[in-house]
């Protein structure tokens, strides 16, 4: 059973605007959620995280908004730029171990 | 060093043969992870250390699977008998702290095992 869900294996955005990507988890007992960028070939990219205990934290382009009553978090992208194309993990923290979505692929069109 | 390494790149074993694979955490941390990649997206735990001591083997299987992190040396993973379903890619990732303020975790780059 995914503790940790991105429903959106996909997402399309024009340079320039805005990106959301979505997450939703089940588990109230995590305590520290972060976003992971993925290049092919190449390990999970540290980018953003945020303590439960926190609505927001954003990071220049990047900012992750937590909605505990839904768990629901998301990562904003603006502008997004053509490196922003790559596979994004939502993740969370439980103890030592971190639970991954399955990723949402992004892809920023010219 | 300033990041995971791990080594090799690649790793092609047969059915039952033994794989082994590196992870060299960045220095200064403290914990090592072990993470198994299948399907190209799924992300399964394996095993945690701190130092050189098993911290969390929740994630481990019980047979064929057995990790090391010894003083002064890489981390290990290693698979006796590889089967067809252990083909994944197998990341590393350290970090400095367990909880709270920069306990990301930093991965290698991985290792990927094809058994045929």
């Known amino acids: 059973d995914q503790q940790v869900k991105q429903n959106s294996p996909s997402l399309s955005v024009q340079e320039g605007r805005i990106s959301i990507l979505n997450c939703d988890y089940t588990n109230s007992m995590f305590d520290y959620f972060l976003w992971y960028k993925k290049y092919p070939a190449e390990g999970p990219t540290f980018l953003i995280s945020i303590s439960s205990i926190k609505d927001k934290n954003e990071d220049g382009r990047f900012t992750v908004f937590l909605n505990k009553s839904a768990k629901h978090l998301s990562l904003h992208i603006v502008p997004s730029q053509p490196g922003d194309s790559a596979v994004y993990f939502c993740?969370?923290?439980?103890?030592?171990?971190?639970?991954f979505g399955k990723g949402t692929r992004l892809h920023i069109l010219p | 060093g300033e990041e995971v390494a791990q080594t090799p790149k690649h790793l092609v074993r047969g059915e039952g043969q033994k794989a082994k694979l590196y992870c060299a955490p960045i220095k200064g941390h403290s914990y090592v992870f072990w993470y198994q990649q299948v399907l190209k997206n799924e992300f399964k735990f394996l095993i945690s250390?701190?130092?050189?001591?098993?911290?969390?083997e929740t994630g481990m299987p019980k047979e064929r699977f057995s990790a090391k992190c010894l003083p002064n040396s890489p981390c290990s993973l290693e698979i006796q008998a590889t089967k067809l379903e252990d083909s994944a890619v197998y990341f590393c990732?350290?970090?400095?702290?367990?909880?709270?303020?920069?306990?990301?975790?930093?991965f290698g780059p991985g290792t990927r095992l094809t058994v045929t």
């Open positions: 990732a350290s970090s400095q702290w367990l909880a709270g303020v920069n306990n990301e975790q930093y």
């Open positions: 250390f701190q130092n050189e001591n098993v911290f969390d």
């Open positions: 993740a969370a923290s439980e103890d030592d171990k971190i639970i």
